[in-house]
């Protein structure tokens, strides 16, 4: 478990400390359920009157909450964006693998960079390319020619096709795939005539991309995920999309072929989006509502 001093927490987020710099935090809980040693956070002035009874040893809040803390406080500006960031400090989420396991299959050709840990039975095809501190869970498969960049993490049982290419500092949950053939199909009097999708997924830096979540590669040219870009659970990206930097996505959204999204938007849940369309950036998509 790890533990830090409040004052050491408060430097790292530059946050205002009120009160004992000396007290050991163990880790982040909601006010309702934290003990001592946890530290919480406030970010709407209604639950003020629930300080009283919080047991966390700190709490982040903002100046105007101040005169109402019980305990020790952290003063921001901006709460939420500090809980997010102590709970990187104090999060105790084990890595996806650590060394190389014996049962891995790592073709001979493959360039694997310094501290790279990849899990059991997992694949590793001829000419991949996998950067410094790379970790590839337990199961999963990066085809020919792929390449993930430095300080990426594949979850357990993601499916990397071949000619892929993934930046650095990615996330991907499990049993994702990327890279599988685009819905593409030529009709001959009836029967179906497959099209070989021929381009890639490329993928930027500080992408995170949930589980069971579908990327298909491009027909002819590339399926292209920019920087930043965070995706939800059981997303469909069909073949040709395009989404630009720090778009975010969430559950279950269907995008068809060649739709293009901008920079900086936002797409509600379940959404089912048209292909061979342009959305300009800083757009909201609402999803399904009931």
Not at 24 to 39: C, E, R
């Amino acid at each position: 478990m790890p533990s830090i001093r409040l004052a050491d927490l408060a430097q790292q987020l530059d946050a205002e400390l009120h009160g004992d710099g000396d007290i050991v935090i163990t880790g982040v809980a909601s006010m309702q359920s934290a003990q001592t040693g946890h530290i919480t956070f406030m970010v709407n002035p209604k639950y003020r009157e629930h300080l009283g009874l919080c047991q966390a040893s700190a709490v982040v809040m903002t100046q105007d909450d101040l005169p109402f803390a019980k305990s020790a406080a952290l003063v921001v500006k901006n709460p939420y964006l500090t809980y997010a960031r102590m709970a990187q400090i104090l999060d105790t989420t084990p890595q996806p693998a650590q060394n190389i396991a014996p049962s891995a299959v790592i073709d001979a050709t493959a360039k694997l960079g310094n501290n790279v840990s990849i899990g059991a039975n997992a694949v590793i095809e001829s000419g991949v390319e996998l950067g410094d501190n790379v970790i590839i869970g337990a199961g999963c498969f990066v085809g020919k020619n792929s390449k993930i960049g430095a300080g990426s993490r594949l979850w357990a049982n993601v499916t990397i096709y071949h000619e892929i290419q993934i930046g650095q500092n990615c996330l991907i949950q499990s049993g994702t795939v990327v890279g599988a053939d685009g819905f593409g199909y030529a009709n001959d009097r009836g029967n179906w005539v497959k099209i070989p999708q021929i381009g890639r997924v490329i993928i930027g830096d500080r992408v995170e991309i949930g589980a069971c979540t579908t990327i298909d590669r491009g027909a002819l040219d590339d399926t292209v995920i920019g920087n930043g870009v965070i995706i939800d659970n059981q997303c469909q990206i069909a073949h040709n999309v395009v989404i630009g930097d720090n778009t975010a996505v969430a559950g279950g959204v269907i995008m068809a072929g060649s739709l293009k999204i901008g920079r900086y938007c936002m797409i509600g849940g379940a959404s089912v989006i048209n292909g061979h369309m342009e959305i300009c950036d800083k757009v909201t998509v609402t999803g399904m509502v009931w």
